[in-house]
């Protein structure tokens, strides 16, 4: 479903290197330390950045060189998914169509999305007028509308309480998989790997250290940088 | 006692606003209708349209230029923005003689625009406040999210859509602002008009003050048209308070982030053109002005007592308007920040006026000419070094309090040993801007000096008024070196010490 191939992208005081092949329908995890490149690896996935080499495709077509609007994906990022000066119902309406010329059938398509992310009732409400987790679900009312087999998260619930962190996870698993789509989140918390992920890649240094399904990953014992990541082993004074 | 220092400054400052303002309503209103000529209402009707048709040319190349600047990346593109805020460092007198060295008598374009009139003041008016708005409108794109222009690409936006959805919000906001300041600029616009106007058809009501208090000797129409530029300019300065405070805006600076939009044909040549129109109007002023400059340095006995005057004037006002914007800042938060602003509403005609009838009654003008001066510039100087200090020092102020308590430090011990060493950066910038303010002065002094005392501005407008005018690129070159060396070292140190 996506496949990195050699990609290269500098950037100052790191070089990243990326190899990697996701398959069709699964949910990976991207685990790893700040400033390792998991939000860069995104980026270039989704084309807000060219790699100086390498090609990245998609559902088996080159997109390196497309513009991020022909690319066969959607993004959630962790903040500023809509556009304040616009009622939820808008915001949504945008995935369908940028112009926002929307036909009959097409209205009622945001309709249902923003009824299946349970924000019924809140359509005409500005995004400043609901809460966090509410303006995410309504990111996920645009996905769904939008309707892209490849869907990239970057650390889209990190902001939210542990509570409704779960809520979310487990909304974005059962669209994931009432849908089939393909899901790569990037993630500060593991344990939101433990819930919904099929896999967790590892990543520091520019770098995929490790790709595995997600039981495997978090048994490993022999990767010295994921077990000084996540904090279980003693470590050296 | 709470905020005693900040109460008496800002008594002061009331006070010399209405000592400048009482005798203007008192002898203008006096004057009523009478006065209220065929020529007064062109004059009026002339500083309306000048300042209208300023502000919208400024405002359609300085957000066009803008938005070029932030979509695209081409080599010098740094080098540009950062030549945006240059025009503001320029006193106004040398950037007219940049104009005139290249569409005057002299110049390689000669004879292509009418300089003299309406066009002149335009261009001038221009070059200063395109890369005013220009910038402004950089710093509001500046504030978009990322993720909403990696959005707005996602999602495929038009170049409309991305205007509508993503830009015009927070231009919105900034847009009101900025172009209601460039408007009471121009209208209150002094030397440019003063060089370049034709004759009473292109005179502005500043620029009429002048000539009817310090030519006609008619104090009762210059105060009626203070009274009318008083009205005109409060309102408009009221309007700029109103929409935040676009001087402390400046220093959010920042390189725009990078946008996705802007990809079509027309958009990439819209931007050339743009980008094109903006270097054609910064560039060749400038460079006019060095090169006729450098060619026509004469260093004369004039010019020295021009500089030692400008230099001792610069340090005076710097000097009172940081130790007013310094006490201030130590005062009420609200009340203070409108009072800074006094300098910007109230133009300086209008309060030379006044202050000029009152001297005049009183000790004579020649024994109180250069405190007045000083007076006056400081007070012209006031929102930026206030701008530059007030909000810094707030904060340090703030943050020392407890301890300095605690230890029981106060006084003159706490200013010398613990502020002011740690206001450093705030201060040296705010004295250099209110150096520039009064290096590049030509009001106050032309209202006061009477030809006694002549700064490097006044010395300049001489030499343009007696034909010698590469003796006026000379001394332009030189004070345009000053103004920059100036800013230069401010914000190097201002860099340094943040």
Known sequence: MLELRDVIFRYPGLVMRFNFHMERGSFTAIIGPSGGGKSTLLSLIAGFETPQSGTISIAGRDVTHEPPSQRPLSMIFQDNNLFAHLDIFTNVALGVSPSLKLDEAQRQAVTDAIMKVGLAGKEKRKPGELSGGERQRAAIARVLVRDRPLLLLDEPFTALGPALRQDMLELLKSLHDERGLTTLMVTHHPEDASTAASHVAFLADGEIKAYRKTKNMFRAKNMPGLAAYLGNTPRSP | ?498
């Open chain 2, 1 to 498: 006692m709470k905020h005693t220092g900040a109460k008496i400054t800002l008594a002061l400052i009331a006070c010399a606003i209405f000592a400048g303002l009482l005798p203007v309503a008192w002898l203008g209103l006096g004057e009523g209708e009478k006065a209220l000529d065929a020529y007064t209402l062109r004059v009026i009707a002339f500083t309306l349209w000048q300042a209208l048709l300023s502000t919208a040319i400024s405002a359609l190349l300085g957000v066009a230029a803008a938005f070029a600047l932030a979509r695209r990346q081409f080599w010098g593109r740094a080098v540009l923005v950062r030549l945006l805020a240059l025009p503001m460092a320029l006193p106004a007198i040398v950037v007219v003689l940049g104009i005139i060295g290249i569409f005057g008598a002299e110049g390689p374009l000669a004879g292509l625009l009418p300089l003299y009139g309406l066009t002149g003041i335009l261009l001038a008016h221009v070059f200063f406040n395109a890369p005013l708005v220009a910038r402004l409108t950089l710093s509001a794109l500046g504030t978009i999210p990322p993720e909403q222009l990696r959005l707005a690409a996602q999602l495929g936006f038009s170049d409309g859509a991305h205007l509508r959805h993503v830009d015009w919000p927070v231009l919105r906001q900034a847009l009101p602002g900025a172009l209601l300041l460039v408007f009471l600029l121009c209208a209150a616009s002094f030397t440019i008009v003063l060089t370049l106007g034709g004759g009473p058809q292109a005179t502005t009501l500043e620029v009429a003050i002048y000539q009817a208090l310090r030519f006609d000797f008619d104090p009762a129409r210059a105060t009626l048209l203070a009274l009318v530029q008083i009205v005109l300019c409060g309102l408009l300065g009221l309007g700029v308070l109103r929409f935040s405070s676009p001087i402390q805006a400046q220093d959010a600076l920042r390189l725009a982030r990078h946008r996705y939009d802007g990809q079509s044909m027309t958009a990439r040549l819209q931007d050339i053109l743009f980008i094109s129109l903006l270097v054609v109007l910064l560039l060749p002023p400038l460079a006019a002005l060095v090169a006729s400059g450098i060619m026509s340095l004469s260093i004369q006995t004039a010019f020295f007592t021009a500089l030692a005057t400008s230099l001792v004037l610069a340090s005076a006002t710097a000097i009172f308007a940081c130790t007013l914007a310094w006490v201030m800042a130590t005062g009420p938060a609200r009340v203070s920040t409108l009072a800074s602003q006094a300098g910007l509403i109230l133009p300086p005609a209008v309060i030379a006026t006044g202050w000029f009838i009152l001297a005049s009654k009183g000790p004579g003008l020649s024994p109180v000419a250069l405190p007045l001066i000083a007076a006056l510039n400081s007070l012209m100087a006031l929102p930026f070094a206030y701008g530059a200090l007030a909000p810094a020092l707030r904060r340090l102020l703030k943050s020392h309090d407890r301890l300095c308590d605690s230890l029981e430090i106060s006084g003159w011990n706490r200013l010398r040993r613990i502020d002011l060493p740690s206001a450093k950066a705030p201060l040296s910038l705010g004295l250099a801007m209110a150096a520039l303010v009064s290096l590049g002065d030509l009001s106050a002094i032309l209202f006061f000096g009477s030809g006694q005392y002549v700064t490097l501005p006044a010395l300049i407008y001489q030499q343009m008024g007696s034909y010698r005018m590469e003796g006026a690129m000379g001394t332009a070159l030189i004070l345009a070196l000053l103004s920059f060396t100036l800013l230069w070292a401010a914000e190097r140190g201002s860099e340094r010490h943040a």
